[in-house]
């Protein structure tokens, strides 16, 4: 036997070799010290989710470095969604069955919304007009915890759970809150049918122009 042939025969021989205490295959050829090491792969699962992230990173090198992406480079989404706020860019045509999302709400869509909410949760106990009946009445001037949208924000963050108002904090989006307070703001003076007497102090708001229509009303008034 030639010592190149006996070399491939030890190199084959430990292969099938199998650990007696373990009852694991060796792999062959992997000795240091005496140590040998068990062939012990890795389970299905994780190796193909080790290949599945290098397909990821490879896809994701492609659309950071060759497509530049700007769904992946945050610089540029930040500065692309700033142009979209300043109207600066035509938004993208809508896919189809898919309701553009408005940038810019108009005071019906924001009062049309607020309306929504209201009716659905809110006109149980403040009447369906908002004139009142187990919740106070919010067409008159006169509040309980103040007449600011920074008050009514707290009551329906907070609610006023010993009088049965609970919080909306959870049910409600920011906007829906913020729309729901600009309802209620416009239903003031609407004289609906049977309105709650009025119920704590009358407000008159600070001095903010542009918030309020009918802040003149309150100044005339004695
Ligand atoms: C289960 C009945 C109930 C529901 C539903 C309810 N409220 Fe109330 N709400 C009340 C009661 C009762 C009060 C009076 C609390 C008090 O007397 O301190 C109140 C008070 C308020 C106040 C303060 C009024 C004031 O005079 O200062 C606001 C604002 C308000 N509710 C908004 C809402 C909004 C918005 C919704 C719907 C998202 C809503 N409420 C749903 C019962 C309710």
Redesign the pocket.
């Known amino acids: 036997m030639s010592t190149l042939e006996e070399k491939q025969n030890d190199n084959k021989q430990p292969e099938v070799e199998i650990d007696e205490v373990t009852n694991v295959k060796l792999i062959g050829g992997h000795e240091f010290d005496g140590i040998r090491e068990l062939e012990n792969p890795l389970p299905p699962w994780l190796k193909y989710l080790f290949y599945a992230t290098i397909v990821f990173s490879a896809a994701y090198l492609i659309l950071l470095f060759v497509f530049k992406d700007d769904s992946i480079i945050q610089d540029l989404e930040y500065q692309k969604e700033m142009a979209e706020a300043r109207g600066e860019l035509e938004k993208e045509a809508p896919e189809e069955g898919v309701e553009a999302v408005a940038v810019v709400r108009t005071e019906e869509d924001i009062l049309a919304s607020g309306e929504k ?2 009716t659905k ?2 006109a ?3 009447g369906k007009f908002g004139e009142g009946l ?3 009445n ?1 067409t008159d001037e ?6 600011s949208r920074e ?2 924000y707290k ?2 963050i907070n609610g ?1 759970i ?5 919080s ?1 904090k959870n ?2 989006s920011e906007t829906q ?1 913020q729309d ?2 600009s309802y ?1 703001h416009s239903l003031k003076g609407t004289n609906p049918p049977n309105p709650k007497a009025p ?2 102090e009358k407000y008159v708001p600070e001095e903010k122009p542009e918030a309020e229509k009918n802040t003149t009303e309150n100044a005339v008034d004695a």
């Open positions: 909410t209201f949760i809110c149980v106990c403040h187990v919740g106070p919010f006169y509040w309980i915890h103040g007449g008050d009514q009551i329906i006023v010993e009088k049965g108002m609970i909306y049910q409600l809150i729901v307070i209620i119920e704590g």
